[in-house]
């Protein structure tokens, strides 16, 4: 499969807009041009995008014919260790700036410690968690959860390739629904025989929830690469069309003389634990983006025909 330029910009895209969220974030404020890198079609945000596209192309890139299963697996695998390298790399960083602002700017600390916590007081033991995947300090949960969706993605391309595409997605949903139950927190017993309950700090996403985007986007980027996707249709791009604008509408207020604004939806949209309205949100504009790409491209294509 060759590189789509038009994925790869919108990924670019994707990073600055989480880039310059979190910048406003750790300076503590909230800053007007978020109205553009927030949360601007409705619901959803540049988080979930990454996610979704991330998993779109590795399904596509590791599940080509030329790679055999075993193949799939190796490159795979250390595509998830080069990842895990720059998490330690990373971690090490933080780590050693939160020890040396703690002693230049000991007024600092009460907001390093809500930020990465037990660092100063358990440095080894919350370093051992952070290297196993499992204490996340602030801003610290995107890597972690990617590493884990690239160590399961070639069980998912063995899936795809002997058609038990309709079983995977089956189980992820499943996770999905039933994500509240099962969420992260609920695992802390079985790392109390390692790390205190004090020492672990829990992502911000919840995984079991948040599959659900790499899973499918896996399953459509195979369905691409095989050639085996049917996806457009009149129809759907009519409702798609609807249910995007009609959420557009409310997420900006049309509706609030109904009691309808943003933050009555953004209960039915809970980030986390990605509800199933920021779901659908994310469904139909995904739809209607690919629509238009492909139309472009096929334009491009004609253009240079001729």
Known sequence: MKRIAALDSIRGLLLLLMTINHLIWISGGYS???????????QFGAAECFV???GLLAGAIYSRESLTNTQTITKAWH??????????????????????????????????????NNVLAAPIKTFIASAALVNQPNYFDILPLYI???????????????????????????????????????????????FS???IQFGYFNIFAWQLLFVSGSALGYML?????????????????????GLFAAHNGAFSSFGIHRWVLSTYADKPELGWLRTLNITVWVYLIALILTNCILRLLICDDK
């Open 32 to 42: 007007v041009i978020q109205t553009v890198t927030l949360q601007p079609l409705g």
């Open 52 to 54: 979704f596209i991330s």
């Open 79 to 116: 595509r998830a260790f080069s990842i895990y390298r720059y998490h330690i790399a990373c971690l090490l960083i933080v780590f050693g700036w939160v020890f040396i602002a703690s002693h230049l700017l000991p007024s600092a600390v009460p907001i390093l410690q809500q930020s990465a």
């Open 148 to 194: 884990i969706f690239m160590l399961l993605l070639p069980l998912l391309v063995v899936a795809y390739r002997k058609g038990l595409g309709w079983l995977v997605i089956s189980i992820s949903i499943g996770a999905w629904v039933f994500s509240h139950a099962i969420n992260t927190a609920t695992l802390i017993p079985l790392f109390r025989f390692i």
């Open 197 to 199: 309950d004090s020492t």
């Open 225 to 245: 690469q095989n050639k085996t996707l049917r996806w457009r249709h009149p129809a759907l791009t009519i409702i798609a069309t609807i249910i995007a604008t």
